[in-house]
């Protein structure tokens, strides 16, 4: 069971669907389209990373002071 639920996320961070998806997909518009949803997919997992990251170094400069 955690296998499995550890496999479904791999897939969602690597985008596996989507990759799959824009292999199949003919159509022009519907390639831009998944393009820009992947772009705004990887972009908010950076911007997520660098607000964990802000925080994170304020945690420490709060411990640090402390």
């Not at 985008?15 to 997909?25: F, G």
């Not at 908010?44 to 660098?50: A, D, E, I, Q, T």
Request: negative net charge.
């Amino acid at each position: 069971m955690v296998f499995c639920q550890l496999a479904d996320t791999w897939n969602k961070i690597n985008n596996t669907a989507l990759k799959a998806e824009l292999a199949l997909s003919t159509d022009p518009l519907r390639i831009d389209a998944i393009n820009e949803q992947m772009a705004y997919l990887n972009g908010s997992r950076v911007l997520l990373l660098g607000i964990f990251v802000a925080v994170s170094y304020l945690v420490y400069i709060a411990y640090k002071n402390d």
